[in-house]
Protein backbone atom coordinates (compact mmCIF):
# COMPACT_ATOMS: atom_id res chain seq x y z
CA UNK A 1 0.00 0.00 0.00
CA UNK A 2 1.20 3.43 -0.71
CA UNK A 3 0.55 6.23 1.94
CA UNK A 4 -1.08 9.22 0.68
CA UNK A 5 -0.73 11.05 4.31
CA UNK A 6 1.88 12.59 5.49
CA UNK A 7 4.88 10.43 7.28
CA UNK A 8 5.03 12.31 10.44
CA UNK A 9 1.46 11.41 11.36
CA UNK A 10 2.16 7.77 10.28
CA UNK A 11 5.20 7.29 12.13
CA UNK A 12 3.17 8.91 15.26
CA UNK A 13 0.29 6.13 14.40
CA UNK A 14 2.72 3.45 14.46
CA UNK A 15 3.92 4.37 17.61
CA UNK A 16 0.94 4.51 18.87
CA UNK A 17 -0.14 1.17 17.59
CA UNK A 18 2.61 -0.91 18.90
CA UNK A 19 1.87 0.60 22.65
CA UNK A 20 -1.50 -0.19 22.10
CA UNK A 21 -0.77 -3.77 21.10
CA UNK A 22 1.66 -4.38 23.58
CA UNK A 23 -0.81 -3.68 26.56
CA UNK A 24 -3.79 -5.15 24.80
CA UNK A 25 -1.57 -8.22 24.02
CA UNK A 26 0.22 -8.25 27.79
CA UNK A 27 -2.94 -6.91 29.42
CA UNK A 28 -4.92 -10.38 28.17
CA UNK A 29 -2.30 -12.37 30.04
CA UNK A 30 -3.66 -11.40 33.37
CA UNK A 31 -7.06 -12.61 33.00
CA UNK A 32 -7.57 -15.13 36.07
CA UNK A 33 -8.63 -15.80 39.33
CA UNK A 34 -8.79 -12.17 40.60
CA UNK A 35 -6.51 -13.43 44.15
CA UNK A 36 -3.65 -15.04 41.97
CA UNK A 37 -3.74 -12.42 38.92
CA UNK A 38 -3.44 -9.30 41.55
CA UNK A 39 0.04 -11.27 43.27
CA UNK A 40 1.45 -11.77 40.38
CA UNK A 41 0.51 -7.92 39.14
CA UNK A 42 1.66 -6.89 42.66
CA UNK A 43 4.87 -8.74 42.08
CA UNK A 44 5.73 -7.37 38.49
CA UNK A 45 5.86 -10.79 37.20
CA UNK A 46 5.69 -10.91 33.42
CA UNK A 47 4.65 -14.29 31.36
CA UNK A 48 6.51 -16.10 29.15
CA UNK A 49 9.03 -13.42 27.05
CA UNK A 50 7.49 -15.10 24.16
CA UNK A 51 4.21 -15.41 22.43
CA UNK A 52 2.17 -12.81 23.71
CA UNK A 53 -0.83 -13.04 21.17
CA UNK A 54 -2.97 -9.95 20.85
CA UNK A 55 -7.07 -10.01 20.32
CA UNK A 56 -9.59 -8.13 18.33
CA UNK A 57 -7.56 -4.70 20.18
CA UNK A 58 -5.09 -4.69 17.79
CA UNK A 59 -6.64 -6.41 15.14
CA UNK A 60 -9.11 -3.60 14.11
CA UNK A 61 -5.97 -1.31 15.36
CA UNK A 62 -3.98 -2.90 12.43
CA UNK A 63 -7.20 -2.29 10.03
CA UNK A 64 -7.26 1.48 11.00
CA UNK A 65 -3.58 1.96 10.37
CA UNK A 66 -3.73 0.38 7.39
CA UNK A 67 -6.25 2.17 5.77
CA UNK A 68 -4.63 5.71 7.15
CA UNK A 69 -1.36 4.21 5.08
CA UNK A 70 -3.56 3.86 1.89
CA UNK A 71 -5.39 6.56 1.76
CA UNK A 72 -4.46 8.96 4.72
CA UNK A 73 -7.79 9.49 5.97
CA UNK A 74 -11.17 7.04 6.47
CA UNK A 75 -13.31 5.57 4.10
CA UNK A 76 -15.90 3.81 6.05
CA UNK A 77 -17.01 1.35 3.34
CA UNK A 78 -13.00 0.40 2.48
CA UNK A 79 -12.29 0.28 6.52
CA UNK A 80 -16.08 -1.60 7.12
CA UNK A 81 -14.19 -4.42 4.25
CA UNK A 82 -11.05 -4.13 6.20
CA UNK A 83 -12.37 -5.04 9.01
CA UNK A 84 -14.19 -7.75 7.97
CA UNK A 85 -11.59 -9.89 5.73
CA UNK A 86 -9.08 -9.64 8.54
CA UNK A 87 -10.81 -10.74 11.22
CA UNK A 88 -9.98 -14.05 12.85
CA UNK A 89 -11.45 -16.62 15.00
CA UNK A 90 -9.80 -16.69 18.35
CA UNK A 91 -9.44 -13.06 18.87
CA UNK A 92 -12.15 -12.16 21.48
CA UNK A 93 -14.90 -10.31 19.43
CA UNK A 94 -17.60 -9.83 21.28
CA UNK A 95 -21.20 -10.88 19.89
CA UNK A 96 -22.19 -7.65 18.54
CA UNK A 97 -18.98 -6.87 15.97
CA UNK A 98 -18.56 -10.12 15.28
CA UNK A 99 -21.70 -10.35 14.19
CA UNK A 100 -21.82 -7.09 12.14
CA UNK A 101 -18.45 -8.45 10.71
CA UNK A 102 -19.56 -11.74 9.75
CA UNK A 103 -22.93 -10.19 7.99
CA UNK A 104 -20.17 -8.03 5.95
CA UNK A 105 -18.23 -11.01 4.85
CA UNK A 106 -21.74 -12.36 3.57
CA UNK A 107 -22.24 -8.88 1.35
CA UNK A 108 -24.59 -7.02 3.71
CA UNK A 109 -23.63 -3.54 3.79
CA UNK A 110 -22.23 -1.80 7.07
CA UNK A 111 -24.87 1.12 7.56
CA UNK A 112 -27.87 -1.06 7.60
CA UNK A 113 -26.22 -3.61 10.27
CA UNK A 114 -23.97 -0.94 12.48
CA UNK A 115 -27.57 1.69 13.03
CA UNK A 116 -29.87 -1.61 13.15
CA UNK A 117 -27.60 -2.97 15.88
CA UNK A 118 -28.94 -3.27 19.54
CA UNK A 119 -32.62 -2.84 18.29
CA UNK A 120 -32.03 0.06 16.06
CA UNK A 121 -29.80 1.90 18.90
CA UNK A 122 -26.30 0.91 17.27
CA UNK A 123 -23.88 0.17 20.15
CA UNK A 124 -22.61 2.02 23.71
CA UNK A 125 -19.60 -1.07 23.70
CA UNK A 126 -15.83 0.48 24.00
CA UNK A 127 -15.07 -1.15 20.47
CA UNK A 128 -14.68 2.01 18.99
CA UNK A 129 -12.65 3.44 21.35
CA UNK A 130 -10.11 0.28 21.53
CA UNK A 131 -8.82 0.76 18.31
CA UNK A 132 -8.73 4.50 17.49
CA UNK A 133 -5.79 5.66 19.66
CA UNK A 134 -3.39 5.26 16.02
CA UNK A 135 -5.85 7.58 14.29
CA UNK A 136 -5.60 10.01 16.87
CA UNK A 137 -1.87 10.17 16.76
CA UNK A 138 -2.29 10.41 12.88
CA UNK A 139 -4.28 13.21 12.83
CA UNK A 140 -2.84 15.05 16.03
CA UNK A 141 -1.77 18.36 14.44
CA UNK A 142 -5.88 18.73 13.11
CA UNK A 143 -7.76 18.66 16.24
CA UNK A 144 -11.19 19.33 13.84
CA UNK A 145 -10.37 16.81 11.71
CA UNK A 146 -9.37 14.08 14.50
CA UNK A 147 -12.66 14.94 15.92
CA UNK A 148 -14.48 14.25 13.00
CA UNK A 149 -12.30 11.29 11.44
CA UNK A 150 -12.54 9.44 14.84
CA UNK A 151 -16.63 9.90 14.26
CA UNK A 152 -15.96 7.77 10.77
CA UNK A 153 -14.02 5.11 12.05
CA UNK A 154 -16.67 4.71 15.01
CA UNK A 155 -19.75 5.12 12.87
CA UNK A 156 -18.82 1.51 10.71
CA UNK A 157 -19.36 -0.62 14.03
CA UNK A 158 -20.81 1.76 16.83
CA UNK A 159 -23.27 4.10 16.04
CA UNK A 160 -24.32 5.16 20.01
CA UNK A 161 -23.58 8.37 20.82
CA UNK A 162 -21.69 6.84 23.29
CA UNK A 163 -19.90 4.77 21.47
CA UNK A 164 -19.16 7.23 18.79
CA UNK A 165 -18.18 10.01 21.25
CA UNK A 166 -16.14 7.06 22.97
CA UNK A 167 -13.91 7.05 20.20
CA UNK A 168 -13.82 10.92 19.78
CA UNK A 169 -12.08 11.36 23.19
CA UNK A 170 -9.34 8.50 22.98
CA UNK A 171 -8.60 10.37 19.94
CA UNK A 172 -8.40 13.59 21.23
CA UNK A 173 -6.86 12.37 24.20
CA UNK A 174 -3.90 9.91 22.12
CA UNK A 175 -3.41 13.88 20.17
CA UNK A 176 -3.50 16.12 23.09
CA UNK A 177 -0.19 13.63 24.36
CA UNK A 178 1.35 14.45 21.44
CA UNK A 179 0.97 17.70 21.35
CA UNK A 180 2.30 18.20 24.35
CA UNK A 181 1.64 21.58 25.12
CA UNK A 182 2.79 23.43 28.62
CA UNK A 183 -0.95 23.86 29.39
CA UNK A 184 -1.55 19.82 29.18
CA UNK A 185 1.26 19.13 31.48
CA UNK A 186 -1.21 18.62 35.04
CA UNK A 187 -3.71 16.49 34.95
CA UNK A 188 -6.41 19.22 35.56
CA UNK A 189 -5.05 20.64 32.58
CA UNK A 190 -4.99 17.80 30.28
CA UNK A 191 -8.23 17.08 31.59
CA UNK A 192 -9.87 20.09 30.84
CA UNK A 193 -8.65 20.84 27.28
CA UNK A 194 -9.69 17.24 26.19
CA UNK A 195 -13.29 18.11 28.10
CA UNK A 196 -13.37 21.94 25.75
CA UNK A 197 -13.12 19.18 22.72
CA UNK A 198 -15.78 16.61 23.16
CA UNK A 199 -19.40 16.43 22.51
CA UNK A 200 -21.92 17.11 24.91
CA UNK A 201 -23.05 13.71 26.57
CA UNK A 202 -22.75 10.79 28.43
CA UNK A 203 -18.71 10.27 28.17
CA UNK A 204 -18.00 14.25 28.28
CA UNK A 205 -20.06 14.14 31.64
CA UNK A 206 -17.89 11.50 32.71
CA UNK A 207 -14.62 12.65 32.37
CA UNK A 208 -15.82 15.86 33.98
CA UNK A 209 -16.31 13.74 36.49
CA UNK A 210 -12.79 12.04 36.33
CA UNK A 211 -11.84 15.85 36.51
CA UNK A 212 -12.75 16.59 39.56
CA UNK A 213 -11.21 13.61 41.54
CA UNK A 214 -8.56 14.23 43.88
CA UNK A 215 -4.86 13.99 41.90
CA UNK A 216 -3.46 12.18 44.94
CA UNK A 217 -6.38 9.10 45.17
CA UNK A 218 -5.04 5.94 43.83
CA UNK A 219 -6.17 4.56 40.52
CA UNK A 220 -8.50 1.81 42.39
CA UNK A 221 -10.04 4.86 44.12
CA UNK A 222 -10.92 6.67 41.13
CA UNK A 223 -12.00 3.38 39.19
CA UNK A 224 -14.57 3.10 42.01
CA UNK A 225 -16.14 5.70 40.81
CA UNK A 226 -15.32 6.03 37.37
CA UNK A 227 -15.77 1.87 36.40
CA UNK A 228 -12.81 -0.05 35.32
CA UNK A 229 -14.07 -1.56 31.86
CA UNK A 230 -16.18 -4.37 32.98
CA UNK A 231 -19.24 -3.49 31.79
CA UNK A 232 -17.77 -3.36 28.26
CA UNK A 233 -19.21 -0.14 27.72
CA UNK A 234 -17.46 3.10 26.36
CA UNK A 235 -18.69 4.92 29.63
CA UNK A 236 -17.21 2.45 32.07
CA UNK A 237 -14.01 2.28 29.91
CA UNK A 238 -12.83 5.60 28.60
CA UNK A 239 -13.00 7.86 31.54
CA UNK A 240 -10.37 5.54 33.80
CA UNK A 241 -8.02 5.58 30.87
CA UNK A 242 -7.92 9.02 30.52
CA UNK A 243 -8.05 9.65 34.33
CA UNK A 244 -5.31 7.70 34.12
CA UNK A 245 -3.14 9.05 31.10
CA UNK A 246 -3.45 12.61 32.70
CA UNK A 247 -1.29 11.24 35.45
CA UNK A 248 0.68 8.77 33.42
CA UNK A 249 1.83 10.63 30.12
CA UNK A 250 5.77 9.83 30.36
CA UNK A 251 5.89 6.56 31.78
CA UNK A 252 4.14 3.43 29.93
CA UNK A 253 5.58 0.90 32.39
CA UNK A 254 4.23 2.19 34.98
CA UNK A 255 0.29 3.16 33.10
CA UNK A 256 0.17 -0.76 32.18
CA UNK A 257 0.78 -1.83 35.94
CA UNK A 258 -1.79 0.74 37.55
CA UNK A 259 -4.28 0.11 34.79
CA UNK A 260 -4.31 -3.65 34.46
CA UNK A 261 -4.39 -3.87 38.65
CA UNK A 262 -7.91 -2.38 38.22
CA UNK A 263 -9.10 -5.63 36.12
CA UNK A 264 -11.91 -5.12 34.74
CA UNK A 265 -11.53 -5.58 31.18
CA UNK A 266 -7.88 -5.47 31.20
CA UNK A 267 -6.85 -6.10 27.63
CA UNK A 268 -9.04 -2.97 26.04
CA UNK A 269 -8.03 -0.63 29.32
CA UNK A 270 -4.27 -1.47 28.76
CA UNK A 271 -4.43 -1.50 24.65
CA UNK A 272 -6.36 2.08 25.10
CA UNK A 273 -4.26 3.59 27.66
CA UNK A 274 -0.81 2.08 25.47
CA UNK A 275 -2.03 3.28 22.37
CA UNK A 276 -2.11 6.96 23.91
CA UNK A 277 1.40 6.79 25.95
CA UNK A 278 3.15 5.25 22.98
CA UNK A 279 3.07 8.81 20.73
CA UNK A 280 5.27 9.98 23.44
CA UNK A 281 6.83 7.19 25.80
CA UNK A 282 8.87 4.63 24.58
CA UNK A 283 7.32 1.13 25.28
CA UNK A 284 9.67 -1.50 26.66
CA UNK A 285 11.22 -3.11 24.02
CA UNK A 286 11.55 -6.70 25.73
CA UNK A 287 7.69 -6.16 25.97
CA UNK A 288 7.38 -5.71 22.34
CA UNK A 289 9.86 -8.21 21.68
CA UNK A 290 7.28 -10.47 23.34
CA UNK A 291 4.44 -9.35 21.38
CA UNK A 292 3.18 -11.82 18.48
CA UNK A 293 4.61 -9.95 14.93
CA UNK A 294 2.10 -7.77 13.55
CA UNK A 295 0.50 -9.88 10.14
CA UNK A 296 2.89 -10.10 6.67
CA UNK A 297 -0.05 -7.91 4.82
CA UNK A 298 0.54 -5.03 7.34
CA UNK A 299 4.40 -5.13 7.16
CA UNK A 300 5.09 -5.44 3.42
Not at 124 to 133: H, I, K, L, T
Not at 228 to 248: F, L, Q
Request: glycine residues 10%.
Amino acid sequence: MISKGNKAGLQRALNSLVGLSVGDALGERYFGPPDSVLRRIEGRELPAKSGWRYTDDTEMALSVYAMLRELGEIDQDSLAQLFAVNMQDGRGYGPGAFKILWAIQRGEAWPHLSYGAFGGTGSYGNGAAMRVAPLGAYFADDLERCVQQARLQAEVTHTHQEGIDGSIAIAVATALVWRDEESLHSASGFLSALIDLLPAGKIRDEIVRASEIPEDVSAMAAASVLGNGSKISAADTVPICVWIVSRRRGDYREAFWETVALLGDRDTTCAIVGGILSVRAEVPTEWVAAREPFPDWLTA
